[in-house]
């Protein structure tokens, strides 16, 4: 299992292909990956992510290590970056291996929703005419209860 | 104690941390001492179900205890991922 939190960019193509290379008797791989679009109608021109320093890690270890325990997984990867983004830029990427397909992607799908609302990460939209802070959704947190 | 503030509770408290001398059981009686201090604080906590808190780095609740306790921490819902 790998976390890590970083204001760099990452190379989606190597991590993915690392990820899966590093696995035995896992029949599948899953790989999410988050961009950032413009949720500010045309305006944006950049996202700033702020984060809880000496709380991300611990949180998104605790949130992989209970997908790796529910899904029996091989391994799961978790990169989440901070800091000012550009449009289109990859903000965050998760990877999880299984033996079938199934739990691989539902594994992706539960540490997605928990990233979303259960990891210490703030976005803020910032326009050419100001900047805003993206509201969490009750959909989010909804969608924690299928779990 | 360290209380730290994140997102528009930071901006809005104008800080991202300070020290905290209290004798306040729990979170959510902090977040009264806090409130009566000056108006900044008393906007930033106007709404507290629009607030989470995380006490020692874990999310907690406002009616968590403080005995022992070394950093609060207040922020909106989180928007990761």
Not at chain 1, 25 to 34: C, I
Not at chain 1, 90 to 112: C, D, G, K, Q
Request: glycine share 8%.
């Amino acid at each position: 299992m790998q976390v890590r939190v970083q204001q760099e960019a990452f190379d989606l193509g190597v991590e993915a292909a690392g990820f899966a290379a590093a696995q035995s008797d896992m029949g599948a791989v899953v790989t999410f990956t988050g961009i950032v679009r413009d949720g500010a109608e045309g305006g944006m021109v950049a996202m700033e992510i702020e984060h809880y320093p000496g709380m991300t890690q611990k949180a998104l270890e605790e949130i992989a290590a209970q997908a790796v325990r529910r899904w029996d997984l091989g391994d799961a990867l978790v990169i989440h970056r901070y800091g000012r983004l550009g449009r289109d830029e990859m903000i965050m990427m998760v990877a999880t291996a299984a033996r079938h397909r199934r739990a691989a992607f539902e594994a992706a799908e539960f540490l997605m929703d928990y990233l979303k609302s259960r990891a210490p990460f703030w976005k803020k939209e910032i326009a050419a005419d100001g900047a805003e802070w993206v509201a969490a959704k009750d959909e989010d947190e909804d969608a924690l209860s299928r779990w | 104690m360290d209380v730290l503030y994140f997102a528009w509770v930071r901006e809005r408290i104008g800080v991202p941390k300070e020290r905290v001398e209290t004798g306040a059981a729990t979170v959510a009686d902090l977040v009264e001492e806090l409130r009566a201090r000056e108006p900044r604080y008393a906007a930033a906590f106007a709404d507290l179900s629009a607030l989470r808190v995380a006490v020692d780095q874990e999310l907690a609740d406002f009616d968590a205890g403080l005995a022992g306790v070394r950093e609060v921490a207040f922020f909106p819902p989180m928007t990761g991922g």
